[in-house]
Each structure stands twice: as structure tokens, then as C-alpha cells.
Nanobody
């Protein structure tokens, strides 16, 4: 199981980025997919998750109102739209999938079995 993450880059504060998570060899629609991030010197944290039934869960209060997660079944991707980016959002962003289909989102990274390689997001003026 592999993912291809894309969309990262260097932006200025207040700008937007859209990250995309595309799997190989399976259909995303049956699984909970989480977006995580890890900043230098910090632990990995879960930012947002979309459930197999498209329920959304936010795990970081500071991104509410700025980040949204969506699933595109036609493209078989899960996207993270990030608006009004702040320097504190600088991190490597990862998407991850739970092992089994029809499982709910989890706040624990250990519950996610399959991970992408990560994409760097840098917010700096």
C-alpha cells in the first residue's frame, strides 16, 4: 500500500495550499484517512481526518476555520485545503490510512497502518 502526496511548497503567511493524497492499489472511499504533520523538533500530530462515511474530525484547534479535508471519489484522492497559512503550520505533512475498511477516525497515529512519504509545507515571509 502506497500513497503519493503532492501540493507542498513554500508560501507566505496568509496564502493557501492544497495537498493531495493519492493511493496506489486501493480505493480510498472505504477508509478513514488522516492528515498528520510533524514540525522540526516536535512530535507528529494529527490535524484532520475524514471518515469512511465522510465525517470530519479536527484534532488541532488552530486549524479550524482555515483547513478543510475532502474526498474526491472520482479522482480517488483525499485533499487538505489549507487557507490563511501561518508560520506555525510549517511542517512535513503526511496522509495515512487505517488498516481496515469501515473503521472510524482515530486520534492515535498508531492506529494508522499505511503512510505516505510526506510533503513539506513551509510558511515564511
Amino acid at each position: 500500500v502506497q500513497f503519493v502526496e503532492s501540493g507542498g511548497g513554500l508560501v507566505q503567511p496568509g496564502e493557501s495550499l492544497r495537498l493531495s493524497c493519492a493511493p496506489s492499489r486501493f480505493t480510498l472511499g472505504y477508509y478513514a484517512i488522516g492528515w498528520f504533520r510533524q514540525a522540526p523538533g516536535k512530535e507528529r500530530e494529527e490535524v484532520l481526518c475524514i471518515n469512511y462515511n465522510n465525517g470530519r474530525t479536527y484534532y488541532v484547534d488552530s486549524v479550524k476555520g482555515r483547513f478543510t479535508i475532502s474526498r474526491d471519489n472520482a479522482q480517488n484522492t483525499v485533499d487538505l485545503q489549507m487557507n490563511s497559512l501561518e508560520p506555525e503550520d510549517t511542517a512535513v505533512y503526511y496522509c495515512a490510512r487505517r488498516r481496515s475498511a469501515y473503521r472510524d477516525c482515530s486520534e492515535y497515529a498508531s492506529d494508522y497502518t499505511y503512510w505516505g512519504q510526506g510533503t513539506q509545507v513551509t510558511v515564511s515571509s
